[in-house]
């Protein structure tokens, strides 16, 4: 029963992604660097409040029984979708900071407490490697903060290698999309022009 009510959601997922024109086709550089032949724009998606609470709160029952005290993203992709998600859990929402000055790569900043000793639920919009959702984690985890969990609306990973979490790990909608090294990339020996859209 529940992996029908998870093919379910996801479905749903996929729909709103597709409806809210989330879903880009063409020729991309990813944030990891990677290319690819779709792009997944969830901004789209969570510029609807309908939609963003919708995705929040299907989110946020992934999570309900691990007594999650904060929901930190990542920005940019994270920044709306922490709030929604910690909306619906009744905590309180935060996002870091991209920042070359860390050894992580991310900063809270903007007066948000430290986490010390709080169980924190880290949110992205989209999985590609997990680079980004990993380095997060360790930036926290050196605060002092207990990572209960890792949360996206879409994973999009060629396959599972590369991502290693030992906490709880789940995701709305697995995507599978074709992921290319810069130099091996078939759009690219086509001379397909490249677009570089963002954080997705």
Same mark, same amino acid.
């Given at each position: 029963m529940k992996n029908e009510e998870s093919g379910r959601k996801g479905k749903?997922?996929?729909?709103?992604?597709?409806?809210? #024109?989330? =879903? %880009?086709?063409?020729?991309?550089?990813? $944030?990891? @660097?990677?290319?690819s032949d779709r792009y997944l724009q969830c901004a789209r998606l969570l510029a609807i409040p309908r939609e963003a609470?919708?995705?929040?709160?299907?989110?946020?029952?992934?999570?309900?029984?691990?007594?999650?005290?904060?929901?930190v993203g990542p920005a940019l992709? #994270?920044? =709306? %979708?922490?709030?929604?998600?910690?909306? $619906?859990? @009744?905590v309180p929402g935060y996002f870091a900071e991209k920042s070359s000055d860390a050894p992580n790569g991310f900063l809270l900043r903007r007066g948000f407490p430290?986490?010390?000793?709080?169980?924190?639920?880290?949110?992205?919009?989209?999985?590609?490697?997990?680079?980004?959702?990993?380095?997060?984690r360790n930036y926290l985890r050196g605060l002092g903060a207990e990572i209960v969990g890792i949360g996206a609306i879409v994973d999009r990973r060629a396959n599972d290698e590369g991502f290693v979490?030992?906490?709880?790990?789940?995701?709305?909608?697995?995507?599978?999309?074709?992921?290319?090294?810069?130099?091996?990339?078939?759009?690219?020996a086509k001379g397909l022009p490249l677009d570089r859209p963002g954080s997705g």
């Open positions: 749903g997922i996929e729909e709103a992604l597709e409806r809210t #024109g989330a =879903v %880009l086709t063409g020729h991309f550089r990813l $944030a990891s @660097g990677l290319h609470r919708a995705v929040g709160k299907a989110l946020a029952e992934e999570f309900r029984n691990h007594n999650v005290d904060a929901v992709g #994270g920044v =709306v %979708l922490s709030f929604v998600v910690a909306d $619906a859990l @009744g430290v986490p010390r000793g709080k169980r924190v639920l880290l949110v992205e919009d989209v999985i590609t490697t997990g680079g980004s959702i990993l380095r997060l979490s030992k906490e709880a790990y789940r995701a709305l909608v697995r995507i599978h999309a074709r992921l290319y090294q810069e130099e091996n990339c078939p759009l690219c």
